[in-house]
């Protein structure tokens, strides 16, 4: 399929036809998915699509709307998300955008062998909130900040049978590399999150080995597509196993200012 065609797919399924649980979801006029959650929820737009004469009243009826819930919130904007500008004015209310992530698409029928051959690496799938320990263990290593949240979100998806499914890697016993994968009811896209490897142990396939249960368990559950929403480290490894590039998408951001006193 033409990275055109799976873009476009990916933009119906993924972005206008996907449903979160727990979230509540609402097509709105003037093309806005929107997605809230009751506190301490995330709340976000996904989708959006634009007329360049109409979009700063439907941007700041949005801003409005999700500033009155006083709960952190994310508009989610693709390069090819129209008005061009979309992430300009957005910049201009206040929103401020996190590092791009380049969204990648694996066509599953043509998953390498890298990706299919047998896991050999000390991998195990976690399927309880107890060890997800392992997870933050790992995540808080790399990344240096806390990641508390996980037990919470994670530990709720695991609740939900067949949605997500975790993975670690272990290094002599410890966990040394961690990733998971979601399962939506679309049956043609799988998205795969929270890729993380401690830099002691990497350079030796251990992300590729998480990359790959994922990826066969994608295969044998019958989906499409893998999909992933890569950090240019990331990006790099997957991009060697046939990973293509479908756009860049920015998360840009707004946080309720902290009550005085």
Known sequence: METSEILSLYDRLMRVEVNYPDNTKE?????????TKPAPGNNFILYSQLQPETADAVIDEQ???????NQPFEWKVFDHDQPP???????????????????LALELADAPVSLTAPVTADVRRLTTREQLVDVVTVLEQVWKREFDWIYDRLGQNLEIPGYISIYAAYDKGLPASVGWIYFHDNHVFTDLWGGSTLPGTRGHGI????????????????????????????????????????DYAHACVWEPKPAAG
């Open 27 to 35: 097509l709105l006029p003037n093309g806005i998915v929107r997605f």
């Open 85 to 103: 500008d979309l992430l300009q004015r957005l910049m201009m209310r206040g929103l401020e955008p996190e590092d791009p992530d380049a969204i």
């Open 207 to 246: 992300y590729t080995a998480v990359l790959a249960i994922r990826v066969q368990e994608a295969i044998q559950r019958g989906y499409q597509f893998v999909t992933i929403d890569a950090s240019p480290m990331s990006r790099k490894i997957v991009e060697t196993h046939g990973f293509r590039l479908l």
């Open 63 to 69: 801003i409005a709307y999700l500033q009155g819930l």
